[in-house]
Structures are given as C-alpha cells and as structure tokens.
C-alpha cells in the first residue's frame, strides 16, 4: 500500500524508490476495483497485495492503481526519460473486461454494464473467452508516465497526456522503450494498468486487464526538447498524438514523426512527409479515454 497510487497522478507524491540514471528496476503491478474482482472460490489466483491496496490506499478519481514513483537523479525540467521495457511477466491467471453504459466507442448499442473474468493460461500464453476462443496473449503495460507539471496539480488516470500516462498502446511490450519529457525533478514515474492482450482502439473501454511485473531500465537523456512521448521497438519508430478530437490526435503523431524522421536523417520535411505516406501508418491507440490515441509507426 505504501508503494501505490490509486486512480490519479501527482507531482507531489512521495517517491516510492530513488535510483541513478542507467540503473534498472523490477515493478509488481496490481488491478481491478473490488467490485470487480471474481469469487473466492473461483478457483482464480487473488493476490494479497491487491486485497491490502483495496483495504489501505484511498482511492482518487480514477480506476488505475500505480506502482511508484521512481525518481530518477539527474533528471531535470526539459530533459527526456528514456524507459527501456527489458521483462515483462504475468502475476496471476486470470484477467478482467467491463464495459459501463455511457462508455466505450459505441456505448448506444450497449447501455448497461457488463464484467467479465478472463482465464489465462501461462503455460501456452493464451486467454480464453466465454465462448472458447483462443485470444494469443501480448502483455504490456497501458500505463507508463511521469508526473504532470507540478501546476497542473493532481490529474486523473483516465485521460493520456504530454506525460505520458493511459497510453494503451499495445505496441509496448518487452523489448521496446518509451521516451517519456521530463516535468518534474527526479522525473516520478509509474506505471501499471497491465494488459494480458488488446487489440487497437480499446473499443469497449477495457482490454483484458491484469496484474504485472515489469523490469525496467531508466536513462536520462539531455537536450533532446521532446514534447510528447515517443518509442521504439525492435522494428519501428513510433509517435504519439493525444487529443479530444480523432483528427487533430492524427495529425499530432504525423508532425512529431516528420520532425524525428527529419532530426535523424537531415533530410528536409517535405521528404519525410512523404515517406510517412508510403513507408509508415497511422494507428488508432484508443478511442475511450476522453483524450484519444493515435500512434505513428515507420520501419
């Protein structure tokens, strides 16, 4: 419980850890509301770390329980945290879903609230739905931020921002890094809202939801100016767009892809605007947060 924060993000939130640049961390994550949790005797795995949280830690405005902060010495206003994704590993076997009236990409079509529990089966790295289908697991975890600017004051987990945040992309699995901007000294990052699979858009609201533990590697990157997060995997670049309105989302992770295609390479932004016509594609991350994803990705 002391470790956690639950549904909000804070510059002034006490670190949980203080680390130096280049050094790496092992992160245990929990989830679900319990409301939402499944029956003792369902034969699920409940973890005594989330029975505490629910029993201990006031929740905020949000559904989302962090792990954290770390801060990070050296890092500064302006400069970037560089999280490299190095392990991620399940810590339970099953997963949740819920849809809410009022919610979701087409919540007319669906006006009242459905949960459902979601076996996982470690072993052959598969989820299982009600009806028997077999969905290949990927987990990542959809919630990877910094602190907000301190002047913003406490912010919601819900909505992605500059910080980085609900960013649900499922892109960011083991093996990738995220760029995240620096807003605070000591950078304060947390993460959690693990994801045993989603697909993109995130369309009911939530994905197959889970507990996680992540090893992370932290390094502090000067000079960039990055405003907006950024990422890369093993096969591809990626930046980020996030507003209220899809299209202007859109056009924010073009721009920020022209101007890295054209600080790595020299070449001038009309070319690099065309390449992002014929080499990269635009992906809708989620469209249920309030603040929607569009994500940029370019071999």
């Not at 076996?119 to 077999?134: C, I, Q, R, Y």
């Not at 600080?263 to 001038?268: D, K, L, N, R």
């Not at 605007?273 to 635009?282: I, N, R, T």
Request: aromatic share 10%; glycine share 10%; hydrophobic share 40%.
């Amino acid at each position: 419980p002391e470790t956690v924060h639950w549904g909000y993000l804070d510059a002034t939130i006490k670190p949980a850890l203080t680390i130096d640049s280049g050094e790496r961390v092992t992160i245990e994550c929990a989830t679900c509301n319990p409301e939402w949790m499944p029956a003792k005797d369902s034969g699920f795995d409940i973890l005594p770390d989330i029975v505490e949280i629910h029993q201990k830690v006031k929740k905020g405005s949000g559904n989302h329980i962090f792990t954290g902060p770390v801060y990070i010495r050296g890092a500064a206003v302006g400069d970037v945290l560089e999280v490299k994704i190095l392990d991620i590993k399940l810590r339970q076997n099953w997963g949740w879903n819920v849809f809410r009236g009022y919610m979701g990409t087409i919540p007319e079509d669906f006006p009242y609230m459905k949960l459902t529990h979601v076996p996982l089966d470690l072993k052959a790295n598969v989820a299982t739905t009600a009806s028997g289908f077999k969905i290949p697991m990927a987990p990542f975890f959809g919630q990877l931020a910094v602190a907000p600017a301190a002047v913003f004051g406490r912010q919601n987990s819900k909505e992605p921002r500059e910080f980085g945040g609900n960013l649900d992309c499922k892109e960011l699995t083991a093996g990738s890094t995220i760029f995240l901007p620096v807003w605070n000294e000591g950078a304060l990052f947390s993460t959690g809202d693990g994801h045993a699979a989603q697909g993109d858009g995130e369309v009911d609201g939530t994905a197959i939801e889970t507990a996680l533990t992540g090893t992370f590697e932290f390094n502090v990157k000067k000079k960039l100016g990055w405003k907006m997060p950024r990422a890369e995997t093993s096969t591809h670049y990626i930046t980020f767009g996030l507003d209220t309105d899809l299209d202007d989302a859109a056009r924010q992770a073009l721009k920020e892809m022209i101007d890295w295609i054209v600080s790595m390479t020299g070449i001038h932004k009309d070319e690099a605007y065309a390449m992002c016509s014929f080499a990269g594609d635009l992906h809708v991350t989620q469209t249920v947060n309030n603040v929607k994803g569009v994500h940029a990705m370019i071999l």
